[in-house]
């Protein structure tokens, strides 16, 4: 298990932009992943400010929980074989009152990715498919969100692209198109 604090600054951008960065960027590989999204019917875990994903990234399968904090979210990452582990995340789900046995994948994300290695952080490039829906979102990764709001926010003025910082989290974008 390892434990990480995310903060990024993320903006939701048209297709046409996304294409714009995607060639600015063309040097950096893409890769695909995909997370599928767990909770119960009655969404418990995201009525708590939780989410539960296992990611599949190249035949490797990562669970990953994620809670709030009072800036950015706390990560809790455990590496398995695609089986709900028994482990540290099955002990802290049931401390907080869940039920892990009503747990189930409730819905997926595929994501063709480029990430971009800079001196502050990290830049990601996204286009993700859910639910019949396509959206393009690019991401800074830093260790506070105003350093992150204005990087990212520099990034996308160098290259003409002029959008609003986004909350909406891709968890929260996929489980909002499942109820439509």
Known sequence: MS?????????????????ILKKAYEAFPSYRQTNYYIDNPSRE????????????????????????LSHGL??????????????????????????????KILTFLTTERIDVETN??????????????TDY???F??????GAKHILKSILAQNGVY???????????AMAAIKQ
């Open 3 to 19: 434990n990480a604090i995310e903060i990024e600054a993320k903006a939701l951008v048209k297709e046409e932009d996304y294409a």
């Open 137 to 139: 979102e690019i991401e």
């Open 163 to 173: 959008a609003p910082f986004s909350k909406a989290t891709k968890v929260h974008r």
């Open 45 to 68: 875990l995201a009525k708590e400010g939780i989410a539960l994903r296992v990611r599949e990234k190249n035949g490797i399968y990562e669970m990953t929980l994620k809670t709030p």
């Open 74 to 103: 706390l990560e809790k990452n455990f590496k398995n074989d695609g089986v709900f582990p028994k482990c540290d995340l099955v002990r802290f789900l049931t401390m907080l009152g869940f039920d892990v046995e009503s747990l």
């Open 141 to 146: 990764e830093y260790n506070n969100m105003e």
């Open 120 to 133: 502050d952080g990290l830049l990601s490039i996204d286009k993700n498919e859910y639910s019949g829906i």
